[in-house]
């Protein structure tokens, strides 16, 4: 071989290697890609619903204009999906989630679903809200009020352990000595508001108020055919301002304190994560994808034709609720832990 063609060949192999070394870009890894979005729970619900609503806005900002498609993975009260998010799911940027907003704490209150250990097995990547939950009853039960529980019997259908929809009411019958008696099983939320209709339940707590706001149920309400006794949080929400907080009926510093770290999660409303270990580039566009498409108008006017509340939060936020819950005292944590098992 002479030395010209010798010398060309390797300044050929040399460029090869350094362009297949080059990192892609952001654009370069997401064109032509679709990225899948599940979801927990069943179709229909309120995490079903704002994962829908942001699959079909989200892509524009996300260089490379990916395609997102949403799918379902139930069980467990969304837990499935949270261990597959954890254990099993690409790591490459491609997949994401929504689960629900209390999960992330269910190894701090020893619940044994989970094969994670802390909140740290998740990325972060926004919230489309911050949320309130209620107890919404059917006038039927004979309660008329949160304080009637201290005396009656209700209910209620639950969808999972790590859900609101079962640890608010066994924390309230362990804590405050109400009568919830829970059903669980159902496979999400819009399964116990059509056993409700069945006449299999009384009522549903752990209930978002932005799904019963954007749903037939608001109807219920306004006419009284659906009554909501309580507010699952340590804030009122504008549009209840006569209903009562359940930390409203607290008798000890303690058991206020146990409710505030069950109710912690509130905030971050209906709430996206990724598996850990997704690519810092990646992640941050994902995150500055989210966060652009709060604010898109487009977005904004779907969500408000659908009655949906868009108040979001930032993925720092999300992570930086859920790593607050998990300084509480090591005795608050066991007591509630009890409480709610």
């Not at 949080?233 to 303690?254: G, M, N, Q, R, W």
């Amino acid at each position: 071989m002479k030395p010209r063609e010798a010398l060309w060949r390797s300044l050929l192999t040399l460029s090869l290697l350094t362009c297949s070394a080059r990192a892609q870009t952001i654009d370069e890894f997401y064109r032509g890609k679709s990225i899948d979005l599940y979801v927990g729970f069943s179709a229909g619900g309120g995490y079903d619903v704002y994962a829908r609503l942001l699959a079909r806005h989200m892509g524009r900002h996300i260089p490379g204009s990916p395609s997102i498609v949403v799918k379902t993975m139930e069980g467990a009260g969304s837990v499935r999906l949270a261990n597959w998010l954890y254990a099993i799911a690409p790591k490459d940027g491609t997949v994401f989630g929504s689960f629900a907003r209390g999960v992330p704490l269910d190894p701090l209150f020893g619940n044994p679903g989970p094969q994670f250990r802390d909140g740290s097995a998740f990325s972060y990547i926004g919230s489309a809200n911050s949320e309130v939950s209620v107890c919404g009853v059917l006038p039927s039960s004979g309660v008329r009020q949160f304080a009637d529980l201290f005396e009656k019997d209700l209910v209620v259908g639950g969808f999972g352990a790590g859900t609101e929809s079962e640890q608010h009411v066994k924390l309230s019958n362990a804590a405050l000595g109400t009568r919830f008696k829970l059903v669980k099983g159902y496979p999400g939320g819009n399964d116990v508001t059509l056993a409700m209709a069945r006449g299999e339940v009384q009522g549903r707590c752990g209930w978002s108020w932005t799904s019963i706001r954007a749903s037939e149920q608001m109807a219920q309400v306004k006419n009284g055919s659906l009554l909501i006794i309580v507010q699952n949080s340590v804030v009122k929400h504008a549009d209840l301002p006569d209903t009562p907080l359940v930390t409203d009926f607290v008798k000890t510093e303690t058991q206020r304190q146990m409710l505030s770290l069950v109710l912690s999660p509130q905030k971050l409303g209906r709430p996206f994560f990724g598996p850990a270990g997704i690519p810092a580039d990646r992640l941050a566009a994902l995150q500055k994808a989210f966060s652009e498409t709060m604010v898109d108008d487009q977005f904004l006017k779907e969500a408000e034709s659908m009655q949906l509340e868009i108040s979001p939060i930032t993925g720092g936020e999300m992570q930086a609720i859920i790593n607050d819950a998990y300084r509480v005292s090591p005795d608050i944590a066991k007591q509630t832990a009890q409480a709610i098992r």
